[in-house]
């Protein structure tokens, strides 16, 4: 089982950039894969990026692709999402999760995090 809480969120101007992490517990993190959705007001949640156990198999929204980048520190129990060249429409509440797969789904993750907002203003 794996807890999960998220940092770095915050208010940037577009253009800009933040970087997220997200510290789990518990001794298995290694194994895990793990992933950030985001959901913005009246919209539903949707798949941002994961990461498999090793860090060799990344993917990728195509809305973020080429601006985020996803990574993580297994002896540090962290996954981390740099992000980079920031739009309004990043605006989001950004939850990071945990499950035994890379899946764009959200189903798949049975562990999540309370989330961090992130605001990009324009």
């Known amino acids: 089982q794996a807890q999960l809480v998220e940092s770095g969120g915050g208010l940037v101007q577009a253009g800009g950039s933040l970087r997220l992490s997200c510290s789990a517990s518990?001794?298995?993190?290694?194994?895990?894969?793990m992933a950030w959705f985001r959901q913005a007001p009246g919209k539903e949640r949707e798949f941002v990026a994961c990461?498999?156990?090793?860090?060799?198999?990344?993917l990728y929204a195509d809305p973020v692709e080429g601006r985020f980048t996803i990574s993580r520190d297994n002896a540090k129990r962290t996954v981390y999402l740099q992000m980079n060249s920031l739009k309004p429409e990043d605006t989001a509440v950004y939850s990071c999760?945990?499950?035994?797969?890379?899946?764009?789904?959200?189903?798949?993750?049975?562990?999540w995090g309370q989330g961090t907002q992130v605001t990009v203003s324009s």
């Open positions: 990461i498999n156990w090793s860090g060799s198999t990344k």
């Open positions: 518990g001794r298995t993190f290694g194994i895990y894969a």
């Open positions: 999760a945990a499950g035994p797969q890379t899946m764009r789904t959200s189903g798949q993750y049975p562990y």
